[in-house]
């Protein structure tokens, strides 16, 4: 399975000429990537804690929080009113069963599973790219590690999007296979802003809006198989999002999106329909292509990202 190629770097730099000013800064327990001097993205590396007076159960780990547009809107949210268990860009599986038991990887106030950062393997900077590696552990409350996850990010910032590359290998590291039910949802989950979601009080100011390669807006996109689906809305000063490519060689491809009807968030979920299972040491790889962008989706520049995407599909 290849890796999406470096020429979609040629849609961010049509416009602008593009700075080669990067780099990562620790602090807090965050790893931050700067471009021109201008937050990228967060990944979470050391455990955080929900806000004061909420359970202990919602700690995480290994998530991407804050994710920014060009112009420094943050689309992400790490710990949104209502739903603190969707940690800004991850990925977990949701309804599993493990040796006759369920598992929930995703639903943190269960307390049947979690995922935790193992390691941050390593970093670098090269040109206009910057690449993350890190390990994860998808743990059982009853069972331990089940899942180890290995995960790397390319980012190519710009000034119209950046982009995310996003690959995951998932491994069964345990001695038993572990089945993934057909549920509504699971997988790569994208939680939106907080002034996108209706429950926070402080920072609301518009639902999100949705659209998707098929022309589907929140209510029909449901468990539709897009190419590209789109999440932007309102900030304090204009407006902004995120978009999410499938990767023509993954699982299920194109994989079914849960959108929900209410709440800002959407994920790409392979198990809608179609159950699966990971054997011991059997890798699951998967591949994304996400960008954040200010104003509204260009729908010509997505349908021409997913045309770049879909000519990696090996032969």
Same mark, same amino acid.
């Given at each position: 399975?290849?890796?999406?190629?470096?020429? #979609?770097?040629?849609?961010?730099?049509?416009?602008?000429?593009?700075?080669?000013?990067?780099?990562f800064?620790?602090?807090?327990?965050?790893?931050?990537?700067?471009?021109?001097?201008?937050?990228?993205l967060?990944?979470?590396?050391?455990?955080?804690?929900?806000?004061?007076?909420?359970?202990?159960?919602?700690?995480? *780990?290994?998530?991407?929080?804050?994710?920014?547009?060009?112009?420094?809107?943050?689309?992400?949210?790490?710990?949104?009113?209502?739903?603190?268990?969707?940690?800004?860009?991850?990925?977990?599986?949701?309804?599993?069963?493990?040796?006759?038991?369920?598992?929930?990887?995703?639903?943190?106030?269960?307390?049947?599973?979690?995922?935790?950062?193992?390691?941050?393997?390593?970093?670098?900077?090269?040109g206009?790219?910057?690449?993350?590696?890190?390990?994860?552990?998808?743990? *059982?409350? *009853?069972?331990?590690?089940? #899942?180890?996850?290995?995960?790397?990010?390319t980012?190519?910032p710009?000034?119209?999007?950046?982009?995310?590359?996003?690959?995951?290998?998932?491994?069964?590291?345990?001695?038993d296979?572990?089945?993934?039910?057909?549920?509504l949802?699971?997988? #790569?989950?994208?939680?939106?802003?907080?002034?996108?979601?209706?429950?926070?009080?402080?920072?609301?100011?518009d639902?999100?809006?949705?659209?998707?390669?098929?022309?589907?807006?929140?209510?029909?996109?449901?468990?539709?198989?897009?190419?590209?689906?789109?999440?932007?809305?309102?900030?304090? *000063?204009?407006?902004?999002?995120?978009?999410?490519?499938?990767?023509?060689?993954?699982?299920?491809?194109?994989?079914?999106?849960?959108?929900?009807?209410?709440?800002?968030?959407?994920?790409?979920?392979?198990?809608?329909?179609?159950?699966?299972?990971?054997?011991?040491?059997?890798?699951?790889?998967l591949?994304?292509?996400?960008?954040?962008?200010?104003?509204?989706?260009?729908?010509?520049?997505?349908?021409?990202?997913?045309?770049?995407?879909?000519?990696?599909?090996?032969?």
């Open positions: 399975m290849r890796f999406i190629p470096l020429l #979609l770097c040629l849609f961010s730099c049509s416009s602008t000429p593009q700075l080669t000013e990067l780099d800064r620790e602090s807090d327990g965050s790893l931050t990537l700067f471009w021109q001097n201008r937050p990228v967060s990944y979470q590396v050391s455990v955080a804690s929900p806000p004061e007076g909420n359970p202990a159960c919602y700690e995480r *780990s290994g998530f991407f929080h804050p994710v920014y547009t060009p112009s420094g809107q943050i689309v992400t949210d790490g710990f949104p009113e209502g739903h603190m268990h969707q940690h800004g860009w991850f990925y977990a599986f949701t309804k599993t069963t493990y040796r006759d038991s369920m598992i929930d990887f995703w639903n943190q106030a269960k307390l049947l599973g979690n995922v935790q950062l193992r390691s941050l393997d390593s970093t670098s900077v090269r206009n790219r910057a690449d993350l590696y890190a390990t994860l552990d998808h743990v *059982s409350t *009853s069972f331990g590690p089940i #899942l180890e996850e290995q995960i790397h990010v980012v190519i710009g000034a119209s999007f950046h982009q995310v590359m996003w690959k995951s290998t998932v491994v069964n590291r345990s001695v296979t572990l089945f993934v039910e057909d549920y949802y699971g997988g #790569l989950g994208m939680r939106g802003a907080a002034s996108w979601n209706d429950a926070d009080t402080v920072h609301f100011l639902t999100a809006r949705f659209l998707t390669s098929q022309g589907l807006s929140r209510k029909e996109a449901n468990h539709s198989r897009p190419l590209w689906a789109t999440m932007f809305g309102t900030f304090e *000063s204009g407006t902004g999002g995120f978009a999410a490519f499938d990767h023509p060689d993954n699982f299920q491809s194109p994989q079914p999106i849960r959108v929900h009807p209410e709440m800002p968030y959407f994920c790409m979920a392979p198990m809608v329909g179609h159950p699966f299972f990971l054997a011991p040491n059997e890798p699951l790889q591949q994304y292509l996400l960008i954040t962008f200010d104003g509204e989706p260009d729908v010509a520049v997505l349908d021409s990202l997913a045309v770049e995407v879909g000519k990696t599909k090996d032969e």
